[in-house]
């Protein structure tokens, strides 16, 4: 899903970010500076997210700027599919979160299950590696990519973790209600359709 104002501003803060951290010049950081508040300012007034928290985000980005990846596990058992409570927004989403530096991600999708659902996973295959920008997730501050993992589950019990409230196994036809910033309705069908057929390519969109 496009929105123009966010791409605006996204590219403006991409431009301040590099300019910020490659240039010596103390007019061009302060032009480089300038840029980064309008870019914030524009995040501003179209979200909900607060200057304070915009700016945090931004200068806490250092170096050239490239795409987040964020990653999530797709675990089934008896044709229902792993979600958990997520406490921030009280909705459910697949486990998953950031991919931390010094883990694959196989390594990574087995430790956010483990510790949002309580569950123990072996990473089986990718099935899906998308761009956020394309699908209906709402605005975010950041460019993403997301990347499904289908896990076997080989252990554990429902346990909630740090970030989670509840776990809970759903069928296609009666998912709960989706924390959208994290995975779509289409995205979990998508997940269905791969149970259902598992020698489908992977898909990247």
Not at 132 to 159: E, R, T, V, W
Request: with cysteine.
């Amino acid at each position: 899903m496009s929105y123009k104002w966010l791409e605006w501003a996204k590219k403006i803060q991409s431009i301040s970010q590099s300019g910020l951290s490659f240039s010596n010049d103390m007019y061009d950081i302060e032009r480089y500076e300038e840029l980064r508040k309008i870019s914030a300012e524009i995040i501003e007034q179209y979200t909900d997210l607060e200057m304070e928290k915009i700016e945090e985000l931004f200068t806490n980005e250092t170096g050239y700027q490239t795409p987040k990846v964020d990653v999530r596990g797709a675990v089934f058992n008896d044709d229902k599919i792993l979600m958990v409570r997520e406490k921030i927004d009280d909705k459910w989403s697949l486990p998953g979160g950031f991919c931390d530096i010094g883990l694959s991600p196989s390594e990574n999708i087995i430790k956010e299950v483990e510790e949002e659902s309580g569950y123990d996973v072996v990473a089986k295959k990718l099935v899906a590696l998308l761009d956020m920008n394309k699908h209906s997730h709402p605005p975010q501050p950041y460019h993403y990519y997301k990347i499904f993992i289908h896990c076997d589950l080989i252990g554990g019990q429902a346990d909630t973790g740090i970030e989670t409230k509840d776990v809970q196994f759903f069928s296609e036809n009666n998912l709960p209600k989706l924390s959208t910033g994290r995975n779509t309705e289409n995205q979990i069908k998508m997940l269905f359709g791969y149970l259902r057929n598992p020698s489908k390519l992977s898909l990247v969109d």
